[in-house]
């Protein structure tokens, strides 16, 4: 009778047609992903033009959402580890192109708000979803870099989200750029259900029939023989609840590592694309300039990402993303040195954009190598809920920092010391490989 590893068959194998495109499955649906969780801030002039509201009465519209994607996220990982990454994915693809048609309909400022809480607890499922079910198919020489050029794909949906409204919404309106925002992932449902199986990774962990995991690895370009069984070879651990396994004696400081790191990353992000335009506008750059010069900031993240999965393929992992966290910290100290007129300032935005964005997306794409199959979807997710917090808090201080009255350089500073703390916490938790056992 032949027993079959299946991590070890995947790692001893190339990436095959059926992994490109689940990977590019996977891709497809983080842009969508990335655009509705940037839609609204496109459309906010718009709709506080129609339904004739203020700023402030527009703040729950944009805050909602972000509270949506934290509870998604914490809510989807443990149930992902339960019924699987696939069944997860797609009810959140389903639930955030829903909400969205439904959104582009809605007839009041508190339908808004509450639509864009719904589709941010879909929305939250997916990200985390996404990588914990391409990491899975993938050989583990190979999965850091199309893991994050995977992630890209939420930079690639985001920002388009400005080009797509320049197109409709002076012909259709702020509701048509919501109805296209949801009639896309809708209509690559069907194509997903069909395309995309289970992990074969969490279905032996599961203990699912021999026949139901060798069907999916056929798909790999796997042959078996019908009496062939699956296995895993995985880190030993305590049998407890997906989330409380997190905790455990063997997992904690791994996971309060990615947690402090998550939360450190995205607040920055979240405060230099919120007020980097305000603050150089403040500074003396005009309106256009300073958007153009805060953009590179977002371009940077584009090339960052798949260059943080390379060098992560090459080297130890932490030890690249430590470096990239530490670098971000330096290019942003030092934009507080330079002069706003100096050329130097767009190159040094572009390079803090590409280590701070390149480390955010390394760290999702080396989540799911950090826990063993029954716990990784709830790793990935809680970690970027977690997260979701200090984008959460980015959003909201970054106005009272700047009312301060702060030196440009003092602000600079306050900027980078989040970055130090990222480094410092995930080389903090780096860990020896832990024993392993057999599953299945």
């Given at each position: 009778m032949a027993t079959v590893d299946v991590k070890a068959w995947i790692d001893d194998r190339p990436v095959g047609r059926f992994q490109w495109l689940i990977l590019v499955a996977c891709f497809l649906i983080v842009v969508f992903d990335g655009f509705d969780v940037a839609v609204m801030g496109f459309v906010g002039p718009a709709v506080m033009h129609e339904f004739g509201?203020?700023?402030?009465?527009?703040?729950?519209?944009?805050?909602?959402?972000?509270?949506?994607?934290?509870?998604?996220?914490l809510s989807a990982g443990p149930v992902a580890d339960r019924l699987g990454r696939r069944s997860v994915l797609l009810l959140g693809v389903a639930g955030f192109g829903l909400f969205s048609v439904l959104t582009a309909i809605a007839r009041s400022p508190l339908e808004l708000v509450l639509l864009r809480l719904l589709t941010g607890i879909a929305l939250g499922a997916v990200l985390p979803n996404t990588s914990t079910l391409l990491a899975e198919y993938l050989p583990e020489r190979r999965r850091a870099l199309l893991v994050t050029v995977m992630i890209t794909g939420f930079t690639v949906g985001s920002g388009s989200g400005g080009f797509v409204t320049a197109s409709l919404l002076p012909g259709y309106g702020w509701r048509s750029v919501l109805l296209m925002g949801g009639l896309l992932p809708l209509a690559l449902l069907p194509a997903l259900w069909f395309l995309l199986p289970e992990s074969p990774r969490f279905l032996v962990a599961r203990g699912a029939a021999p026949d139901r995991i060798a069907r999916v690895l056929r798909r790999l370009g796997g042959r078996f023989p019908a009496s062939a069984t699956f296995v895993l070879t995985e880190d030993a651990g305590p049998r407890r609840t997906p989330v409380g396994k997190l905790l455990t004696a063997r997992y904690r400081r791994r996971t309060l590592s990615l947690w402090i790191t998550c939360f450190a990353l995205?607040?920055?992000?979240?405060?230099?694309?919120?007020?980097?335009?305000?603050?150089?506008?403040?500074?003396?750059?005009?309106?256009?300039?300073?958007?153009m010069v805060a953009g590179l900031f977002q371009l940077g993240g584009i090339v960052g990402g798949p260059a943080a999965g390379w060098l992560m393929g090459r080297w130890e992992p932490g030890r690249v993303l430590g470096v990239s966290c530490a670098l971000s910290g330096v290019f942003i100290l030092s934009l507080g040195a330079v002069s706003?007129?100096?050329?130097?300032?767009?190159?040094?935005?572009?390079?803090?954009g590409t280590c701070l964005n390149g480390g955010m997306v390394g760290l999702l794409a080396f989540i799911p190598g950090c826990y063993p199959t029954d716990c990784r979807a709830s790793g990935s997710a809680w970690t970027l809920g977690i997260g979701r917090f200090g984008a959460i808090l980015g959003s909201l201080v970054g106005g009272a920092v700047l009312g301060l009255g702060l030196a440009v350089p003092l602000l600079f500073l306050c900027l980078a010391v989040p970055t130090f703390a990222a480094a410092v916490a995930i080389v903090a938790g780096?860990?020896?490989?832990?024993?392993?056992v057999l599953v299945g």
């Open positions: 509201i203020s700023k402030v009465a527009f703040g729950p519209v944009l805050g909602v959402g972000m509270i949506g994607l934290a509870i998604g996220s995205l607040l920055v992000v979240y405060l230099v694309l919120g007020w980097l335009p305000t603050l150089l506008r403040d500074g003396g750059l005009p309106l256009g300039t300073a958007a706003l007129s100096s050329p130097l300032l767009a190159v040094l935005v572009f390079a803090a780096r860990e020896a490989r832990t024993p392993s």
